[in-house]
């Protein structure tokens, strides 16, 4: 069963406008969640995160938000940019959970010039 | 910076083959992780250790082993490598246990299993 769910496989959006990356989850242990980006033929690398205590976290260009009674959580970059082509995958812990983190499917984002 | 470095970025194997993954971080991290990439289903967790000589089962373990003598140095072996078992490893580490505790990836390995 499938506890993080990125629904989208792909998004396409144009060079400066806003990329709205979606997740969900289904346990409500989960209290910290993170999204990473990952380059074909590399390892995934840590973009943002937010602990469940708030609903927005922003770091530049990126911006997570978490609504925790739907159970959802988005990425939103703005503007976008070509080198923001990648896989996103989102990912959650939960307390006590002895940093396991549980990922979604990802999702493949291009921007285009 | 720290570095989790993968052993080998590209393998080719015969089904019923042993093999080794074998992957290092220069960070004295406490966590070490083993993960598989596959298309439609993210990342799914191995195994993972957070001592020396410790390990436990994560998501899914069936058909792989791992080992973990030293500390900067977590191995993925796989007994009889299968057909279904062809996909890309990666393996992370962290500091901390719990939310907070940033994976930091290695560049992943693409394993065959003809």
């Known amino acids: 069963d499938q506890q993080v769910k990125q629904n989208s496989p792909s998004l396409s959006v144009q060079e400066g406008r806003i990329s709205i990356l979606n997740c969900d989850y289904t346990?409500?242990?989960?209290?910290?969640f993170l999204w990473y980006k990952k380059y074909p033929a590399e390892g995934p690398t840590f973009l943002i995160s937010i602990s469940s205590i708030k609903d927005k976290n922003e770091d530049g260009r990126f911006t997570v938000f978490l609504n925790k009674s739907a159970k959802h959580l988005s990425l939103h970059i703005v503007p976008s940019q070509p080198g923001d082509s990648a896989v996103y995958f989102c990912a959650a812990s939960a307390q006590g959970n002895t940093g396991k983190l549980i990922f979604g499917q990802g999702t493949t984002l291009q921007v285009k010039p | 910076d720290v570095k989790v470095t993968q052993s080998s970025r590209y393998l080719v194997k015969r089904t019923g083959e042993k093999v080794f993954l074998e992957c290092v971080q220069d960070?004295?991290?406490?966590?070490m992780f083993w993960y598989r990439q596959d298309p439609g289903l993210g990342l799914r967790l191995i195994y993972f250790?957070?001592?020396?000589?410790?390990?436990e089962k994560g998501d899914i373990p069936e058909g792989y082993s791992v080992s973990r003598e030293k500390k900067e140095r977590f191995s993925l072996i796989l007994e009889s490598a299968s057909t279904n078992q062809t996909s890309m490893y990666l393996c992370?580490?962290?500091?901390?246990?719990?939310?907070?505790?940033?994976?930091?990836f290695g560049e992943g390995s693409r394993l065959t299993v003809l």
């Open positions: 250790s957070y001592d020396v000589k410790m390990k």
């Open positions: 346990n409500s242990m989960f209290d910290y």
């Open positions: 992370a580490s962290s500091q901390v246990a719990g939310p907070g505790g940033e994976l930091f």
């Open positions: 960070m004295d991290h406490e966590n």
